[in-house]
């Protein structure tokens, strides 16, 4: 450049300065001429440098280029309109497995099969024809490694400056990234569309911004109706505030909530759903997104409420049942230990419930247990409740109250609303209930205790006669413990050899003779000493013992009296029968087979009954009392007078005597009606050709009057007293020796 500078300097150096500065004329001349040669030289050396400068620029820039283009991570290239490559990139010679050189001048034919190379054609073509670039998508393996690649292909027309087609530009881009991407992003909206569970999103302003298919079919409102509106994943007007609130503290401080919602369709059902709520964070923890995900489980709530149902109510009466029931009482105890009040407990059992049952058949029966419910809880107060625990057994839990007696008042409309009759269909029947209260906190702290005690009171009002109500007292828990007792000790009596017989003499007003005896059962438990037939007879009647321990006094009865008989040609024997006895069927044929094994005149045996087996009657008792009528066993009417006495039994079964209850006897010398009512008896039989007995004679003065109405047998202390069997061997023996 300096070289340059100074060759210019010296050849614009102009003549005049030249012949101011040399002023030798040859040398100027000299000057002069190297002047007009330089000229020349530096004008060409010049010039030569210029072109060759520019022709560097231009070289590099080429090679620029051609470098930018082999850098390109796509694919270029250049064909003529025929489809014969001109150019071509280092990825594009990849793609073919070839050099530039070698592939310029070939076709796509020369590179692929033929069917691809039409299509590539097909595309260039297209292009060409439309003038405008067109974008293909092609699959392409390429030839170095083999990997494939999907190409995102644009082919423009190439034209020259006149506007002339001259052929195709291509570029290809891989796309198989993306594509992988778009398939995926592809499976999963379709994943999410077909999902069963509803999907909502929202975005950060809480606007809906998709919700799928499943959204639309649960909820029923389109996508159209929601994308756009505000996002509410809880219904706050079927949800407790308390929940809609607890979902938004959980999400804005960015955490999700999942839980069960009560929530609305479109048509106005409401329905449960398992909802998932949450916001979606971007990357720099912002929420991004608020995503719910709701499932219907109406179905499974559905059959849990009905699992709940089956588990804590009764299936007949809707009521409560003894597990919910229990729960309550748990928590009225509570209640009432914090307020200081009250609460009754109480039990309550139809009365002979069992004969609807058996006589109307069950249906009927769950009829009336039904109506019996609803009678109940409309005769409790408002939040008292009332339960089944099972059979015919009700409980009535009443809280709340600082007055005994006010639960007499619940009580008694209780009793009240089983006055009228219940209608079964075409039956009509009458229905009484006993009830048992037990009273927190006087009657016992806790569950267990206050049932018991309830369940105590309830078998108090049973044995007065039903219908009624009875509260728990210490008496009746003494009481109840000692027929427990009985009861457990009695079980054991026969084969421990407890029972034993005495035997009270009968004797022939007349005569004065013993005409006979009475069995009389007596207990001498080692565990309770001596237990009267009074207290006990009516708990083995209750528990069904009475069958086995009848038996037993039948057969000890037999087997002792049959020398009595042998003895004396007219002695009876007289055994008790109670009514449980002739719930067994086999009674007439025990009493047939021990006749005959004890060898004891069937006609000597008189067996006592009561009103009560008459009155009860039906075909079991009837045909039981034919067939020992038909065995020639007598019957005798016991306790005559103190029941209904109805002339119509007397005449309607095969009675053979009238035993007259000792309350009159007792009672006759000093009560005018009480002597009455004995004379009328003793017409009454003789009349009807009965013998008559009369019991519980212990003075002179009543063995007189008793006498002097024509009394044919008595009974009673002032002749003797219940005795061993020992005893009545040597009574007989005496009776004998005096006759004698
Ligand atoms: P019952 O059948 O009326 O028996 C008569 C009861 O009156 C007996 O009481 C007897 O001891 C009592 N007695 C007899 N004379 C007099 C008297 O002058 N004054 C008083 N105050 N009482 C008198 P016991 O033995 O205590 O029997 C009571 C009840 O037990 C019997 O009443 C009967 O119902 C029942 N019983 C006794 N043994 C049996 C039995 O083997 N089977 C059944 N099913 N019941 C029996
Ligand atoms: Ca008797
Ligand atoms: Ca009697």
Redesign the pocket.
Same mark, same amino acid.
């Given at each position: 450049m300096i070289y340059g500078f100074f060759s210019l300097l010296w050849i614009f150096l102009s003549d005049a300065l030249l012949e101011m500065l040399v002023t030798d004329v040859k040398l100027l001349s000299f000057l002069q001429t190297i002047k007009g040669f330089g000229f020349v030289a530096i004008s060409t050396l010049l010039i030569f440098g210029l072109v060759s400068y520019y022709a560097k620029r231009m070289l590099a820039a080429q090679h620029h280029l051609r470098a930018l283009i082999d850098t390109l991570p796509d694919l270029v290239w250049l064909k003529d309109e025929r489809g014969i490559y001109l150019s071509c990139n280092r990825k594009f010679e990849r793609l073919f497995g070839a050099r530039e050189s070698e592939i310029i001048g070939k076709s796509d034919y020369d590179f692929v099969d033929a069917e691809l190379a039409d299509f590539f054609r097909k595309h260039d073509l297209i292009a060409m024809h439309a003038d405008r670039s067109s974008i293909n998508e092609e699959q392409l393996t390429f030839a170095d490694d083999g990997h494939t690649e999907i190409l995102e292909t644009i082919k423009t027309p190439m034209k020259d400056e006149a506007g002339k087609l001259i052929g195709i530009l291509g570029v290809g881009r891989d796309i198989t990234k993306r594509k992988q991407r778009e398939t995926e992003i592809k499976v999963l909206t379709q994943a999410v569309e077909q999902s069963p569970v509803a999907v909502i999103l929202a975005d950060p302003s809480r606007q809906v911004t998709f919700v799928n298919r499943a959204f639309e079919r649960i909820c029923g409102y389109g996508s159209a109706e929601v994308v756009g509106q505000r996002f509410e994943p809880v219904d706050s007007e079927l949800n407790s505030g308390e929940l809609v609130a607890e979902i938004w503290r959980s999400i804005s401080i960015g955490e999700p909530w999942q839980g069960e919602l009560r929530s609305r369709r479109k048509g106005g059902e409401q329905y449960w759903e398992y909802a998932y709520l949450s916001p979606v964070l971007g990357n720099s923890g912002e929420v991004s997104h608020y995503l719910a995900l709701k499932e219907d489980i109406s179905l499974r709530k559905q059959h849990e409420e009905r699992l709940h149902y089956q588990a804590y109510y009764d299936s007949l009466t809707a009521l409560p049942n003894r597990v919910l029931i229990m729960d309550r009482l748990q928590q009225l105890i509570r209640e009432a230990r914090r307020n200081d009040e009250y609460v009754a407990v109480m039990f309550l059992d139809l009365d002979d419930f069992k004969k609807v049952n058996d006589s109307l058949g069950h249906d009927v029966g769950d009829q009336a247990l039904v109506q019996a419910a609803s009678r109940l809880v409309g005769s409790v107060r408002e939040g008292d409740s009332v339960g089944r625990l099972g059979g015919d057994e009700f409980i009535v839990l009443a809280g709340h109250f600082s007055r005994k007696e006010s639960v007499q008042v619940v009580a008694e409309n209780i009793l009240e609303s089983f006055w009228d009759t219940f209608d079964l269909g075409s039956r009509q029947i009458m229905l009484t209930v006993s009830i048992g209260i037990a009273i927190y906190p006087f009657d016992g702290e806790s569950l267990s205790e206050l049932l018991k005690n309830a369940d105590t009171a309830m078998y108090l009002s049973k044995a007065q006669g039903r219908n009624r109500y009875s509260f728990f007292t210490e008496e009746l828990n003494l009481c109840i413990s000692r027929r427990l007792q009985i009861e457990e000790h009695l079980r054991a009596a026969i084969d421990n050899g407890e029972l034993s017989l005495d035997y /009270?003499p009968q004797y022939d007003v007349k005569s004065r003779r013993i005409s006979g005896v +009475?069995? =009389? =059962?007596r207990w001498n438990s080692t565990a309770l000493g001596q237990v $009267? *037939? #009074?207290e006990f007879?009516p708990i083995a009647e209750q528990t069904g013992l009475?069958v086995p321990i $009848?038996r037993f006094?039948l057969r000890q009865a037999l087997s002792q009296a049959v020398r009595w008989v042998a003895q004396e040609p007219l002695f009876k024997l007289a055994?008790?029968?109670?009514p449980a /006895?002739f719930r067994d069927e086999g009674l007439a044929e025990f009493v047939r087979l021990e006749l005959d094994s004890s060898g004891f005149p069937a006609s000597r045996l008189e067996l +006592?009954i009561t009103e009560g087996i008459l009155m009860r009657g039906g075909p079991l008792v009837e045909g039981t009392l034919a067939k020992l009528h038909e065995m020639g066993v007598c019957l005798s009417m #016991? #306790?005559f007078g103190t029941g209904y006495s109805s002339l119509s039994y007397l005449r309607r079964y095969p009675v053979d005597e009238l035993k007259i209850d000792?309350s009159f006897v007792q009672e006759m010398t000093v009560d005018q009606a009480d002597m009455e009512l004995v004379s009328a008896a003793i017409s009454l039989a003789r009349g009807l050709g009965l013998r008559v007995v009369a +019991? $519980?004679? +212990?003075t002179q003065e009543q063995l007189d009057a008793l006498n002097e109405m024509e009394c044919g047998v008595v /009974?009673?202390? =002032?002749l003797s007293? *219940?005795v061993s069997a020992d005893d009545i061997d040597a009574l007989l023996m005496r009776q004998e020796s005096t006759t004698a």
């Open positions: /009270q +009475e069995a =009389l =059962l $009267g *037939p #009074d007879i009475i $009848g006094v055994v008790n029968i109670s /006895q +006592e #016991d #306790d000792r +019991e $519980g004679v +212990e /009974q009673g202390f =002032l007293k *219940p």
